[in-house]
């Protein structure tokens, strides 16, 4: 089964930048969705298609995919981006929905 | 204002079932797929099946095929997932996700709150 590998955790300081991976097996072949879960609540879509914005999601989220890698970007980092965050895609061989394993992303 | 309202989760015995409703509301119901996601206590997020808006196509994990069955009432704005010969492994939030469009194929939206089911003696 196709296997989406994220980093358990990231840390960052307000202000500055924050780079989530995505690592599977040529991803850069697929469309790679981005989820925040905050402690509690549901998750909220923040990037699909690789890059795309839903409407409401701050131009500090951005996101590229090419090769055996994904990344989310989350730039001039805020103690509310403060979260676990999932990548996500279709794997067309399985016909399955894969999650990433998740990172927790905190803002010192 | 899109609303997912997820029920019918609670404590069950290994090898029972249990059926969890998801009442969707504020989007035209039948346009679009819909999932059922869990998580286990502390753990990631884990797909469990998608069905597309008409109902005519359906997907599920490894994990819960063949004893798990998704279906939707278009006429009734619910999302369905049947559970049978569950195990202590299948205990987790489970939460009602719409997908973008008709397809199942594609990511989810919104999210509902979840239900949380316990398979324990």
């Known amino acids: 089964s196709y296997v989406l590998t994220q980093p358990p955790s990231v840390s960052v300081a307000p202000g500055q930048t924050a780079r989530i991976t995505c690592g599977g097996n040529?991803?850069?072949?697929?469309?790679v969705h981005w989820y925040q879960q905050k402690p509690g609540q549901a998750p909220v879509l923040v990037l699909y298609?690789?890059?795309d914005r839903p409407s409401g999601i701050p131009e500090r989220f951005s996101g590229s995919n090419s090769g055996n890698t994904a990344t989310l970007t989350i730039t001039r980092v805020e103690a509310g981006d403060e979260a676990d965050y999932y990548c996500?895609?279709?794997?067309?061989?399985?016909?399955?929905?894969?999650f990433g394993t998740g990172t927790k992303v905190t803002v010192l | 204002e899109v609303q997912l309202l997820g029920s019918g989760g609670g404590l069950v015995h290994p090898g029972g079932s249990l059926r969890l409703s998801c009442a969707a509301s504020g989007f035209t119901f039948s346009s679009y797929a819909m999932n059922w996601v869990r998580q286990a206590p502390g753990k990631g997020l884990e797909w469990v099946s998608a069905i597309s808006g008409s109902g005519d196509t359906i997907y599920y994990a490894d994990s819960v095929k063949g004893r798990f069955a998704i279906s939707r009432d278009n006429s009734k704005n619910t999302l369905y997932l049947q559970m049978n010969s569950l195990r202590a492994e299948d205990t987790a939030v489970y939460s009602c996700?719409?997908?973008?469009?008709?397809?199942?194929?594609?990511?989810?939206?919104?999210w509902g709150q979840g239900t949380l089911v316990t398979v324990s003696s």
């Open positions: 040529n991803i850069g072949s697929k469309s």
């Open positions: 298609d690789d890059s």
């Open positions: 996700a719409k997908g973008y469009s008709t397809s199942p194929l594609v990511y989810f939206d919104y």
């Open positions: 996500q895609v279709w794997d067309i061989s399985s016909d399955h929905k894969v």
